[in-house]
């Protein structure tokens, strides 16, 4: 056995995996593919943070050139909202359209042609200030909104179908390990002695091209995802020659017989359309699980928690002029936590970690709720509403940060899954426009009481999932389709699963 191939050797019933490393060629596979995808998601949330007051600037500047008037405070506001909001617009897009790409191109030549919107709005952003043009700021924001809605759904779909089902679960949190790592890159670059001085914005907002760069040199080094190979494709030469590179030429045989069980059953099953899972009843209610917890990792209350931030280090008494650089600790208690639910999502599973990231999340929003309505009780109440924060972004990134992602994935066979990664994103975006929209109505009119509404919303998807969803870990695509139907299909789908599943294993048995 080839020590570095990070391969369940059970067999394909469930049997108990061996804990290995996954092959190198593998984790670099993920590591090109995350870069130029997920990895931007986080860069560019975060990144426009620092130059909002020299884009104001310059806008103004430009109106005067323009109109030889100064621009009317109303009209300044809207165009700055319009060029951070644009972001989810394109995302949105990005997200419907992701799933298509990944069919038509496959999974990596979706990502490498996706790769050319962040090169197209890097050169857009930053040539709006030498030619005096704001409005290539807010084309710029829309395509690399574009990019990071592709990313999003196609590269945790290329993680998923290359990782071994061993290690499916730690694979897939490259995702939340590179949004989390583009949002603390985004808060140093930001930082005011690198560039988020005053003069540098035009050259920090074209850095998203770097990402890009390195996935055009990197990821063409690496083969296609070996599942859509051979069952999307049906170039079974191909898929074994891309299973040898990603798990070694001793190992793959296993991943092989899998993926072999799983054509065996598609056979004549066409990629689903979007529209096609909402009609289909035996995906009910695997639909309803993804589209909920992607609504609630939006909804759950992360965003108040930055919001309220400042505040609180403030009440605490951190200087102003310092409190970026403690932001940026609560980007990296994020990226930290990310990389610890990568190591446990193998050996808890799937389940605790998300139900209990959301019961905790359920009791930091009570305690905080407390913290910050006798925010002047006593001197020692501050500290405790910033322990909060951080107790609070730390519970996210175990649980719901993480293996939202992971579920994504495993809920959903071959046929289906682009489909579901389209709907999954296109709610996910839409809820981040949501919040963005009626957060500050929600601040101002409730106050530190929001987190009460939160509170609820957390409480109420860790009880679905406690009742709803099945354990994943280390069972195949097949096994939590099945499973699901026997959960919840009637009793004639049940007995078509098993009925299938027998078939399976006499057709495994006499190749």
């Known amino acids: 056995m080839n020590s570095e191939a990070g391969l369940d050797t059970s067999d394909s019933g469930g049997g108990q995996a061996k804990k290995q490393f996954p092959n190198l060629t593998l984790v670099l596979a993920a590591c090109a593919a995350c870069i130029g995808g997920t990895f931007q998601y986080g860069y560019n949330i975060s990144v426009i943070n620092a130059p909002t007051k020299p884009v104001q600037s310059f806008i103004n500047e430009t109106w005067i050139h323009r109109y030889g008037t100064h621009i009317q405070e109303g ?18 897009i990005g997200a419907s359209v992701g799933g298509m790409l990944a069919i038509r191109f496959g999974r990596k030549g979706a990502l490498l042609l996706n790769s050319v919107f962040a090169l197209l709005a890097s050169l857009l952003m930053g040539l709006s200030y030498p030619t005096g043009v704001f409005e290539l700021l807010i084309v710029g924001r829309f395509l690399i909104g574009l990019n990071a809605g592709i990313g999003i759904c196609v590269q945790p779909l290329y993680l998923g179908e290359i990782a071994p089902k061993s290690l499916r679960g730690a694979m897939a949190m490259g995702t939340s390990i590179f949004i989390t790592g583009g949002i603390l890159t985004g808060q140093v670059v930001g930082l005011k002695e690198l560039l988020g001085g005053d003069d540098y914005w035009p050259i ?14 990197i990821l063409p080094w690496f083969p296609e995802s070996p599942r859509y190979l051979l069952i999307d494709k049906g170039d079974d030469i191909q898929c074994s020659k891309a299973l040898k590179q990603l798990h070694g030429s001793e190992s793959y045989h296993y991943e092989r017989e899998d993926m072999e069980q799983e054509r065996v059953a598609m056979l004549g099953v066409k990629p689903k359309k979007p529209w096609e899972l909402f009609m289909d009843p035996n995906l009910r209610w695997q639909l309803l699980t993804i589209m909920l917890l992607n609504c609630a990792q939006q909804l759950n209350g992360i ?8 505040y609180v280090f403030t009440r605490a008494g951190i200087p102003v002029e310092k409190i970026p650089y403690i932001t940026i600790g609560t980007g990296a208690c994020e990226c930290l936590t990310a990389l610890t639910c990568g190591l446990l999502v193998e050996s808890l599973g799937r389940r605790i970690l998300i139900i209990g990231g959301y019961s905790l999340m359920t009791v930091w929003c009570a305690l905080l709720t407390v913290t910050l309505t006798f925010q002047d009780a006593n001197p020692w109440v501050p500290y405790l509403s910033m322990s909060c924060v951080f107790a609070f972004i730390l519970s996210f990134g175990l649980g719901p940060g993480g293996v939202t992602n992971i579920l994504n994935t495993e809920l959903f066979t071959q046929p289906a899954r682009p489909a579901a990664y389209m709907i999954g994103g296109s709610v996910n975006w839409l ?32 009880i679905y999932i406690f009742f709803t969803v099945p354990e994943t870990k280390n069972k195949t695509f097949l096994q939590i ?10 009793k004639r789908n049940a007995e078509d699963a098993s009925v299938g599943n027998l078939s399976e294993l006499l057709n495994t048995a006499d190749m």
């Not at 965003?303 to 400042?310: D, K, R, S, T």
């Not at 809820?431 to 009119?445: A, E, L």
């Not at 929001?450 to 860790?462: D, E, G, P, W």
């Open 75 to 92: 009209i300044l506001t809207l165009l700055w909202s319009v060029i951070v909001s644009v972001f989810t617009l394109g995302g949105f």
């Open 204 to 217: 920090l907002l074209s850095t998203s091209c770097i990402p890009a760069i390195l996935q055009f040199l």
């Open 303 to 310: 965003n108040a928690i930055y919001f309220y931030a400042n």
């Open 431 to 462: 809820s981040f426009f949501f919040i963005g929209m009626i957060f500050p109505f929600i601040v101002n009119g409730l106050q530190q009481y929001c987190f009460l509404v939160f509170l609820v919303n957390c409480c109420l998807v860790a």
């Open 481 to 490: 389709e099945q499973e699901f139907q026997a959960l919840y299909g009637s």
